[in-house]
């Protein structure tokens, strides 16, 4: 009976916490020594999925409460969101929903109305690892600008650009720093008239997930604006992409996997409106009303593409079928363009300088390995579709693969819909020459198995310590460096070259690695010191080195997300006489003051200013202060 009537308690215990989360009225424990993270994120995610964001924020404030410095951090990071989404609920349009239709995540994409093959999928070295909601990239007929994204040496997609000249491609670049963020951006696309840009971002100002994004191209500045959250309903706490307003001019089409299964999206279609109005929303129940972007006369069933199909859908084995001469056909066009880009590579080889070769090789090898992988795959795919076939014969069943293939490539969803979604092909694999990016040179002193010089002989400003290894009348070899990287080679007044290894900026530093230069057989190597590229005596350097000061900046993060007001621009100008500019770094707006010198002098600029009523701030480091010579 006890043991009921604990059972009876928790159950009474996690109902009535269950109740105070779909009421708003969340609360931690008084006797709460520490925060749970997890679980914080648990609750603010259930919260905010509901559009509930300033219960939410409350949410991550009371935590706060109970949190120490470290925690009090991340649930700044994990908080952000949901202000951004309380702040965008004050911007809302009301958009006409032509359509409303469900596809799988595999090839949504192939539903949009653009142009018949332009979905390629792309070779690696443009990106090897396409996948999740990334499968293909839009490629235009006759295009000179592409932009597609790849994930990058951590793993986080960026948007890349290159350019068509002459005979190939410029080497793949980043856009500005405005639309590059620490996490994913996927799906660029551009407007029909080339003046916006489209895509979705995980890292820019947004409400979680992907949400979508519009950048206007600045004539001026001959580069992208700062991009801007598009807001409620086509941005949302769920993933949103792939956002374009069509060639027409009649309809604006984005997709969700709000309220989808983990495999699918939904295609949304609307009336394409040019200057929407944008209102405040009373209630989350109204922004979550709107963001279902129900069609007119539909009161929320949403249409399936899995009833799509004339016939194909009738028989699982058919569809099956039709789905094995698609992969086939896939795998005979990536075997053509892995055969095309091998002699593309062994034709660059053939001229490469040797500071590509060894690169140039690995690829060459790294494709002529995968190549028998796909033509066993493309065998064993054969194999299974003649077996099928056979089945399909002693049933008595007539296949035709080049109508059914056809048939398949022009599936036609959506009579119920208002909108007719048609299936387009997928064009072939995008192969293409390109100019191979330069590589980035490591300027960290190192010992390696071959010393290597520096790429850039030009040596950085500020005060700098070497170590200079010899001088010889002739240039000297990497044979002669004896494993020492980066080596700096200059010319002395006598004519003589003369080689030093590494860029250090502490006497301390340099003096740790000087025995490390000799033991590798330069028993002559001295400490040789630089300020701004011009030699200086190694006592003169020492002298200057104690003027150096850490420098510090405050950031301060306005509370509405955007602007300080003008009371507390005045408040700074009172604080302080030091420099300050507005900064936008991963999406987030601050205002950056300083630098000053010492933490000391930041850290009374941060409590005068908390002190006045500006408390969202923080103090950072910002490096070094420079030096001069008398």
Not at 399 to 417: F, H, M, N, Y
Request: negative net charge; charged residues 25%.
């Amino acid at each position: 009976m006890k043991e009921l009537k604990s059972y009876i308690h928790v159950f009474l215990a996690a109902a009535a916490w269950c109740l105070c989360i779909s009421a708003g009225a969340v609360t931690w424990p008084a006797d709460s020594a520490a925060v749970d993270i997890p679980a914080l994120k648990a609750r603010t995610d259930s919260l905010m999925r509901q559009y509930r964001f300033s219960e939410a924020v409350d949410v991550f404030l009371r935590a706060k409460d109970n949190a120490d410095s470290t925690a009090r951090a991340e649930i700044d990071a994990m908080m952000a969101p949901a202000q951004n989404g309380a702040s965008m609920a004050g911007f809302c349009c009301s958009p006409v929903v032509v359509a409303r239709q469900r596809f799988s995540l595999k090839d949504f994409f192939l539903y949009y109305p653009l142009e018949d093959g332009a979905w390629r999928k792309v070779p690696n070295q443009l990106d090897g690892k396409a996948g999740g909601a990334v499968r293909a990239t839009f490629v235009p007929e006759d295009t000179d600008i592409l932009y597609w994204s790849a994930e990058d040496k951590e793993g986080i997609r960026n948007i890349y650009r290159s350019e068509y000249q002459d005979t190939v491609w410029s080497a793949p670049e980043l856009l500005s720093e405005q639309l590059t963020s620490s996490s994913d951006e996927i799906y660029p696309m551009l407007s029909p008239d080339g003046s916006q840009l489209f895509f979705a971002s995980k890292g820019l100002y947004g409400m979680g997930g992907y949400d979508l994004y519009v950048a206007e191209w600045d004539y001026e500045l001959n580069d992208w604006d700062i991009p801007v959250n598009m807001g409620f309903p086509f941005s949302s706490p769920y993933n949103d992409y792939l956002f374009i307003n069509t060639d027409d001019g009649q309809y604006t089409i984005f997709a969700s996997d709000r309220n989808c299964p983990a495999d699918s999206v939904d295609i949304y279609v609307l009336e394409y409106d040019s200057m929407p109005v944008r209102k405040s929303a009373d209630s989350p129940a109204a922004i979550e009303q709107l963001c279902r972007l129900d069609p007119a006369g539909d009161s929320g069933q949403i249409h399936s593409d899995g009833d799509s199909g004339k016939g194909l859908g009738e028989n699982e084995e058919i569809r099956h079928y039709a789905e094995m001469l698609d992969n086939v056909r896939s795998l005979r066009e990536s075997i053509a363009s892995f055969g095309r880009s091998m002699d593309e590579c062994r034709s660059r080889l053939a001229e490469a300088p040797d500071s590509l070769k060894e690169s140039l090789s690995a690829e060459i090898l790294g494709m002529e390995a995968a190549l028998p992988v796909l033509q066993d795959s493309l065998l064993r795919q054969t194999k299974a579709i003649q077996q099928l076939e056979m089945s399909f014969l002693r049933s008595g069943v007539v296949i035709d693969p080049a109508s059914l293939q056809k048939e398949t490539e022009r599936e036609v969803v959506g009579s119920e819909s208002g909108f007719t979604f048609t299936r387009h092909r997928m064009g072939p694999a995008f192969s293409f020459p390109m100019l191979e990016p330069e590589p980035e040179f490591d300027y960290s002193f190192q010992v390696l198995p071959e010393g290597r010089f520096a790429h850039d002989n030009t040596l950085p400003e500020g005060l700098v310590y070497q170590i200079q290894l010899f001088s010889l009348s002739s240039k000297a070899t990497v044979k002669n460096l004896k494993g020492l990287s980066p080596v700096f080679e200059r010319r002395g007044s006598n004519g003589r070259y003369v080689y030093s290894a590494g860029l250090f900026r502490s006497y301390r530093d340099v003096l740790s690695n000087l025995n490390t230069v000799k033991k590798a057989g330069f028993r002559n190597s001295m400490i040789v010191a630089f300020l701004d590229g011009k030699p200086v005596s190694v006592s003169k350097a020492r002298t200057l080195e104690k003027s150096i000061r850490e420098l510090f900046i405050v950031r301060i993060f306005p509370s509405d997300g955007n602007s300080l007001n003008d009371k507390e621009l005045a408040i700074v100008k009172v604080v302080t006489e030091a420099d300050m500019s507005r900064s936008l770094e991963d999406g987030v707006i601050s205002y950056v003051i300083g630098p000053v010198e010492g933490r000391e002098e930041a850290d009374r600029v941060a409590s005068a200013l908390k002190i006045s009523g500006i408390g969202n701030l923080r103090v950072e480091s910002a490096g070094l202060s420079r030096v001069k010579a008398d």
